[in-house]
Structure formats: structure tokens, C-alpha cells
């Protein structure tokens, strides 16, 4: 067996990485074909494709999620689901033209249950390790586009950057600092879409559609 394929076949989570897929060089072009053959983690296994990052490569501003969704893992895209609509919405009401934007997830494989085939798919949360052996991807999005902001969407885009111990709530709306895989990078965290959609009702939704185009104000306002 490769060291190529063993992390997928079996093997111990703390051997799940992406590191052996990388290509050496060639951008983003290069890395989103790389990446469609990755075999790091046995997430590939289920999931219909890679859905790997979007958009702009000269970005100023990147958008880090979770996963792809249902819809994201169908068409190889991320956000074209009903969370990116949303989020373009919020990044246009904000100033932030979602054109001008890179859009990725700190996780390239959507990890869902089923119960039975013809049923829907139901998203489930990556693990820290799934994270980790992902964070090679992330880690050269970053380098290539070199983007003067990261804009974390919810807790486990917050937990692959910045650690187990990130607390959207905490820190959500507010400019952090960082060293970001050997990078100084400026974050403004906020809530993945998702969790708007997710409000039990009309009220609260708008309360948290609200929250998350104020803390994207804050993002615009970094930008200048």
C-alpha cells in the first residue's frame, strides 16, 4: 500500500493528512486538481467529489466555512447552496462584493448520515483530526491568495485556525490577530450562515440575518 492511500484505508485518525497529495507547485489551478484525487482521510470515501475553494485569487478577503453541504458536494462548488445565497446577500449588505471574494471550508469532503439511500443526506460535523489532516489545503489556499482578511464562518472553521478552544461567541464581530499556519493573518469571526437558516422562526431569524451582517460590517470596515 502508498503512503498515498494509507491514511484512507483503514488507518489511525492521527495518521489522517493531506500532506502527501500536495502538489510542489503550479497555484491554485494545480492545487484544486491535486485535490480532487485526495485520499488523507476517509471522508473521500462516501462524498461525491472535492469541493475545493472559489473565487478571486488576488482576494483581499477569504471566507472560511466548515464543509460543503448537500447541494456543495452535488455540484463540486462551495456556497452555492441555500447558506451561500445567504451569505452573498449579507456580504452585499455589508460592502463586500461576493465577487471580489475567495470562498473555501476548512474541510473539502461533505461528512454526512443516511439513513437508508434514498433519504437525505444529513450533515455531520468533521472531526478535530478530519480538520487537521485538511489543514494542508487551507494552509496553501492562504499562501497563494494571500488575502489581507480571513472571515471565519462558526466553530469549526473557527477550531481548524485558530484551535480546539475557539469560542465563536466569545470573540465573534471583533478583529483578531493571529499567526495562521506561519502567517500573520487578521480574522473577524462570525456565525456560518447555516445558523441563520436554522432560527426557529421568522423573528429570530432576522435577529441572527441581522447579527451576521453586523459582524460583516466589521470585516468591510477592516478592509478600508
Not at 41 to 69: I, K, S, W, Y
Not at 137 to 147: G, H, S, T
Request: hydrophobic content about 40%; aromatic content about 4%; some cysteine.
Amino acid at each position: 500500500m502508498s503512503s498515498r492511500t494509507s491514511a484512507a484505508a483503514g488507518a489511525p485518525e492521527e495518521a489522517y493528512t493531506a500532506e502527501p497529495f500536495l502538489p510542489e507547485r503550479g497555484g491554485l489551478p494545480a492545487l484544486r486538481r491535486a485535490a480532487a484525487e485526495c485520499r488523507g482521510c476517509p471522508l473521500h470515501l462516501n462524498a461525491t467529489q472535492t469541493v475545493f475553494g472559489a473565487g478571486n485569487a488576488d482576494a483581499r478577503v477569504m471566507l472560511v466555512g466548515e464543509q460543503p453541504g448537500d447541494q456543495e458536494d452535488r455540484q463540486g462548488e462551495p456556497f452555492v447552496g441555500p447558506a451561500g445565497k445567504l451569505l452573498d446577500r449579507a456580504l452585499a449588505e455589508a460592502g463586500i462584493d461576493p465577487g471580489e471574494a475567495y470562498v473555501t471550508n476548512a474541510v473539502k469532503h461533505f461528512k454526512f448520515t443516511q439513513a437508508e439511500p434514498r433519504k437525505r443526506r444529513i450533515h455531520k460535523a468533521p472531526s478535530l483530526r478530519e480538520m487537521t489532516a485538511c489543514g494542508p489545503w487551507l494552509a496553501a489556499e492562504l499562501a497563494v491568495v494571500e488575502p489581507e482578511l480571513i472571515v471565519v464562518l462558526g466553530a469549526t472553521a473557527g477550531k481548524a485556525l485558530l484551535g480546539s478552544s475557539f469560542r465563536v461567541g466569545e470573540v465573534r464581530g471583533t478583529v483578531l490577530e493571529r499567526e495562521i499556519h506561519g502567517r500573520p493573518e487578521r480574522l473577524v469571526p462570525t456565525v456560518h450562515p447555516s445558523s441563520v437558516l436554522r432560527a426557529q422562526d421568522d423573528e429570530d431569524r432576522k435577529a441572527a440575518y441581522g447579527g451576521l451582517v453586523a459582524d460583516l460590517k466589521v470585516a468591510a470596515r477592516a478592509l478600508g
